[in-house]
């Protein structure tokens, strides 16, 4: 009778922590998502200023200011982001953690999940057909700085925003 307790206990926080994890994956999405759109109107923005034919000194100062917002809005963005991301690897952690108990006699998903994105190793399963389902290119990528997302697009937007910023500078100085 105490093995079923524990059981029950093992399932309710494996259940909570899936909804966890999965709430924190759309949460991640749903920001990135967000911070996207952003980023394309201040863009746009200063697409629309700069395909004006003559700029006038106070859009210059617009752009300027639309550049320092947008940089702080790309460290916002990565702070934000990696700390989803790695609320959500504790999840992992966590769900993993709860499949590797000699009581859990459930399927392992989270883990096959894991072995699949971190050590790129093929899951089986007898009952599926193909019967082995390999990582592909993306998963084999995924783990590189540059195909991170809370690394790669602040670091996109904000090369983008330093170069107007210097760009709208230096014609600040020259006018």
């Not at 922590?17 to 749903?30: C, F, P």
């Amino acid at each position: 009778m105490m093995q079923q307790a524990g059981k029950t206990g093992l399932d309710s926080t494996y259940e909570h922590l899936l909804t966890l994890w999965t709430s924190g994956v759309r949460d991640y999405h749903t920001m990135l998502s967000d911070y996207l759109t952003a980023h394309s109107i201040f863009v746009a923005v200063i697409g629309l200023i700069l395909s004006r034919e003559s700029l006038a000194l106070s859009f210059t100062v617009l752009i300027v200011l639309l550049c320092i917002f947008g940089v702080l809005l790309c460290l916002q963005m990565a702070i934000v982001l990696g700390r989803l991301s790695g609320q959500n690897a504790l999840w992992e952690w966590r769900l993993r953690g709860i499949e590797q108990d000699p009581a859990w006699d459930a399927e392992q998903l989270v883990t096959s999940l894991y072995r699949l994105h971190e050590t790129r190793q093929p899951i089986e399963d007898q009952r599926n057909e193909p019967r082995v389902f390999e990582p592909n290119w993306a998963f084999r990528r995924h783990r590189q700085w540059w195909a991170h997302r809370a690394i790669s697009f602040p670091w996109f937007f904000g090369s983008v925003y330093s170069l107007l910023l210097v760009w709208s500078m230096a014609k600040l100085l020259n006018a």
